[in-house]
Nanobody
């Protein structure tokens, strides 16, 4: 079965950086999209960055120029490099895999990112 495991979250001061990882296992999909979302309590889960099957990346306006999504196929891992972090970036971050043809989305368990002085 497909499993996604996020790691790399933690507490960081404003202006700092973190790199989140999402390790994918059990996937036999050859075409899929990977994405990072974030969610704060009481609010909906919002997309942060998406990598399409062709390798194109799309970012939410709020993180453009600060966050970078990348992947390592050999390690079956995607990364979210987050720079210039601000308190409003505080959230639980989730990664998602969406196969094509679409059947369902696969989510990780989330990793907490807290930006605070």
């Amino acid at each position: 079965q497909v499993q996604l495991v996020e790691s790399g979250g933690g507490l960081v001061q404003p202006g700092g950086s973190l790199r989140l990882s999402c390790a994918v296992s059990g996937s036999s999909f050859s075409i899929y999209t990977m994405a990072w979302y974030r969610q704060v309590p009481g609010k909906q889960r919002d997309v942060v960055a998406t990598m399409t099957a062709t390798g194109n990346t799309v970012y939410a306006d709020s993180v453009k120029g600060r966050f970078a999504l990348s992947g390592d196929n050999a390690k079956s891992t995607v990364y979210l490099q987050m720079n210039s972090l601000q308190p409003e970036d505080t959230a639980v971050y989730y990664c998602k895999l969406s196969p094509w043809p679409f059947t369902r989305d696969y989510w990780g368990q989330g990793t907490q990112v807290t930006v605070s002085s």
